[in-house]
């Protein structure tokens, strides 16, 4: 009876953490969508693009920018699907349909005008250096999550696509950091550089310790 008692309060506290990570993952994930929505005006009344101007004299970079913003929502809003228990039990079909989006922008549009765009990015030569990072490691895990679904290793695709979300996400973590250190008075370019490095980093070694949370759950289980 009481071991039941603790494992009804255990799947109760598992449940309330999940709410309490994903509502506002998913928050802010719509929030980022809304907020790209007006630079598909193609107006260039907008700071970033003013702050660019040279660069957006360029038709390459023009379509790059716009390629970017566009495929990193669509990935965003794809992604937050793919992760849900109840749509993978009820219907593999949308979890596949959805996937199968999330890596086709990611691997085609989204790192590699990611890639090309890290080379004028703002910063020093480091920041360039950890967009590059960022757009080659998402396209490097986006890969290893396809090619290990097509081989039935459902583990490790699992694992490679949450180190892939994960490196989607900096878009949304990277603001929200961003906010949060302006609020503590901070200038644009320590914010910004900050905001950008404890992303990456955080987002990085938030995706392994999940990870391993997950491997050291099953592994119990199926020792039990």
Known sequence: MQNTRVLTFQKSARMLFQ????????????????????????????????????????????????IHISAGALCIGSALVQFSRYILKKSKAIHRFFGKIYVFVVLFLAAPTGLYMSFFAKGSFWERALFMFMATWWFITTLNGLTTIHKRNVIAHKVWMIRSYAMAMTAVTFRVYHIAFFMFGWNHLENYELSLWISVIGNMLFAEWVIFRQSKRYLKTFSI
């Open 19 to 66: 709410m309490l990570f994903w509502i506002p993952i998913v928050a802010f994930s719509l929030l980022l969508i809304y907020n790209t929505l007006p630079y598909l005006s193609f107006s260039k009344d907008f700071s970033f693009i003013e702050e660019r101007s040279f660069l957006f004299q360029s038709n390459f970079y023009n379509a790059c920018f716009y």
